[in-house]
């Protein structure tokens, strides 16, 4: 069951990793780019209230500028994700614990 919980966690990881490369190909490749960030945004729309409040400010480099994008569009999102099914998942191994231990056989008194 560890590894069933590893690859739920890195699940949205991988999607951040698959929209990256989406991103950064689609142009050359003459894709319609538009579709590729609207999925980018898509994937961080849950995150927005907490990631649009100007915490990082404008940078002065262009590069700089595009990495803080896609921190903010793609990985942030993801280690949010992962945070929450970790949670759930404790929670759920935990009310598990409490449903086993309370419905244990209670030995009798022969």
Same mark, same amino acid.
Do not use: Q
């Given at each position: 069951?560890?590894? #069933?919980?590893? %690859? /739920? @966690? !890195? *699940?949205p990881?991988?999607?951040?990793?698959? $929209?990256?490369?989406l991103c950064?190909i689609?142009? =050359?490749l003459?894709?319609?780019?538009?579709h /590729?960030?609207?999925? !980018?945004?898509?994937?961080?729309? =849950?995150w927005?209230?907490l @990631? &649009?409040?100007?915490? *990082?400010?404008?940078? &002065?480099?262009?590069? $700089? &500028? #595009?990495?803080?994008?896609? $921190?903010?569009? @793609?990985?942030i =999102?993801?280690? %949010?994700?992962?945070?929450? $099914?970790? %949670? @759930? %998942?404790?929670?759920?191994? *935990?009310? #598990? +614990?409490?449903?086993?231990? +309370?419905?244990?056989? /209670?030995?009798? &008194?022969?």
């Amino acid at each position: 069951m560890a590894w #069933a919980s590893r %690859l /739920v @966690l !890195a *699940f949205p990881f991988a999607v951040a990793v698959v $929209l990256n490369v989406l991103c950064n190909i689609a142009r =050359p490749l003459h894709w319609r780019s538009e579709h /590729v960030a609207g999925y !980018a945004f898509l994937f961080a729309t =849950p995150w927005g209230w907490l @990631l &649009d409040r100007g915490w *990082f400010g404008p940078f &002065d480099s262009r590069w $700089l &500028d #595009a990495l803080m994008a896609y $921190l903010i569009l @793609l990985w942030i =999102p993801a280690l %949010l994700y992962s945070a929450c $099914l970790w %949670l @759930l %998942l404790r929670i759920l191994r *935990f009310w #598990a +614990k409490r449903i086993r231990g +309370k419905y244990r056989a /209670v030995p009798s &008194d022969n």
